[in-house]
């Protein structure tokens, strides 16, 4: 049980366009999903908070017009990437958890490349 | 403030040895502690987690973490070591409420033969 899927798990996309990534639960309701980001050869830096039905706590530094996030089911989270930069170039990794979970379950991350 | 400290970023160890990645934490309350390994452009899987009770647990692949509350570390363990085992490992803490974790910044692991 606990899978997280991600969609797509690799994508390319050019300068100034906009990409889509989704995460799904798919076998437990995510009350709480969680959005990464990683570089290269370093660790996780956590980039939003999003609750089901409410709005997107974002980290410190993270734009919040450029990086939508949309928690619109418990099963479902999205993240939007407006206005695609080649440093935004990175792999993106959602997490979810349940209701009284206290742990987070990983989907497979997104490799989001920007020519 | 909260945070995880993984000392080493790269071990190299010989198939079969044993191994021992470092990790010690800062944490206000009392914390929820995870090993997680990370295949080459892969998502996380979670090897053992620490929520309370006995401070020695068992993991998958054969891993295992103790925690010590008096080091404020949670040092992740294996006594043979296996060529599949050649990832990346982070540690991370979190609060009871599953929210807001903090991540180590990893330790690369290689094995020779």
């Known amino acids: 049980g606990a899978v997280v899927s991600q969609h797509p798990s690799w994508v390319i996309c050019k300068s100034g366009t906009s990409v889509k990534i989704e995460c799904r639960s798919l076998d437990f309701q995510a009350t709480t999903m969680f959005w990464y980001r990683q570089f290269p050869k370093q660790s996780l830096m956590l980039m939003a908070t999003?609750?089901?039905?409410?709005?997107?706590?974002?980290e410190q530094g993270v734009e919040k017009d450029k990086f939508l996030i949309n928690h619109a089911s418990l099963t479902l989270s999205t993240l939007t990437v407006t206005s695609a930069h080649p440093e935004d170039s990175s792999f993106y990794i959602c997490?979810?958890?349940?209701?009284?979970?206290?742990?987070?379950?990983f989907g497979p991350g997104t490799r989001l490349t920007v020519t | 403030a909260q945070s995880v400290t993984q000392p080493d970023i790269h071990i190299t160890v010989s198939e079969g040895a044993s191994l021992e990645l470092r990790c010690n934490y800062s944490?206000?309350?009392?914390?929820?502690l995870f090993w997680y390994v990370q295949s080459p452009g892969q998502g996380l899987q979670l090897l053992l987690k620490?929520?309370?009770?006995?401070?020695l647990v068992q993991g998958i692949k054969g891993f295992e973490a103790e925690f010590k509350r008096s080091q404020s570390s949670f040092n992740l363990r294996k006594p043979s070591v296996h060529w599949s085992d050649a990832a990346e490992y982070f540690c991370a803490v979190g609060p009871n409420t599953g929210n807001q974790f903090y991540f180590g910044t990893g330790t690369s692991l290689t094995v020779i033969p």
């Open positions: 620490y929520f309370s009770g006995d401070t």
């Open positions: 944490y206000g309350a009392t914390p929820y």
């Open positions: 999003s609750n089901e039905g409410s709005k997107a706590t974002y």
């Open positions: 997490s979810a958890k349940g209701l009284a979970v206290y742990e987070q379950y």
